[in-house]
T-cell receptor, first 109, second 112 residues
Framework: GQNIDQPTEMTATEGAIVQINCTYQ??????LFWYQQHAGEAPTFLSY??LDGLEEKGRFSSFLSRSKGYSYLLLKELQMKDSASYLC??????????WGAGTKLIIKP | IAGITQAPTSQILAAGRRMTLRCTQD?????MYWYRQDLGLGLRLIHY???????GKGEVPDGYSVSRANTDDFPLTLASAVPSQTSVYFC???????????FGPGTRLTVL
């Protein structure tokens, strides 16, 4: 079967760095997405990786290792507004997105 | 209209009633999707459409139907609602086979 695993909840301090991991087992791989979802709102796109390595976009970076079925999202200089759920999704061989349950990130002052 | 709109925002529905959730996009995306999101679970695909006139079943299609008469609209119908269909429903769109999906604001549905 297809499976996306990520931690249920993480806590970090304002101004610090946090890494959210995602491991996947899917039928085929056509890219990995990270989305941010604030409580009561829709998911919004953060990053996309299809090749191995690190993609940097401002305070957010995303890493992919296809051989290990592993990705992480790195958030630097955490701000209170970063409190949200972070969703990992893999596009499978049918070009459909398979979603993890999300990681709720709590930022403390 | 900017992006994707969904209606209604929320709804309380008696079991056994028929309900249509509406979704409209103005980005001229070919592909559209319906997901449900339940606490502790990832987004689950109900139905999708890669182009007007075609639809496909996702992971959890039972009890739901869709139609795609044109590019912009993708309504989701619950023929006879059951309490297990209580959920938050998101509509999304994208270019086929590439790019990220853009989400509507969601419909919170409660079936009693």
């Amino acid at each position: 079967g297809q499976n996306i695993d990520q931690p249920t909840e993480m806590t970090a301090t304002e101004g610090a760095i946090v890494q959210i991991n995602c491991t996947y087992q899917t039928s085929g791989f056509n890219g990995l997405f990270w989305y941010q979802q604030h409580a009561g709102e829709a998911p919004t796109f953060l990053s996309y990786n299809v090749l191995d390595g690190l993609e940097e976009k401002g305070r957010f970076s995303s890493f992919l290792s296809r051989s290990k079925g592993y990705s992480y999202l790195l958030l630097k200089e955490l701000q209170m507004k970063d409190s949200a759920s972070y969703l990992c999704a893999v596009r499978d061989s049918n070009y459909q997105l398979i979603w993890g349950a999300g990681t709720k990130l709590i930022i403390k002052p | 209209i900017a992006g994707i709109t969904q209606a209604p925002t929320s709804q309380i529905l008696a079991a056994g009633r028929r309900m249509t959730l509406r979704c409209t996009q103005d980005m001229r995306h070919n592909a559209m999707y319906w997901y449900r999101q339940d606490l502790g679970l990832g987004l689950r695909l109900i139905h999708y459409s890669n182009t007007a006139g075609t639809t496909g079943k996702g992971e959890v299609p039972d009890g739901y139907s869709v139609s795609r008469a044109n590019t912009d609209d993708f309504p989701l119908t619950l023929a006879s609602a059951v309490p297990s269909q209580t959920s938050v429903y998101f509509c999304a769109s994208s270019e086929v086979g590439a790019g990220e999906q853009f989400f509507g604001p969601g419909t919170r549905l409660t079936v009693l």
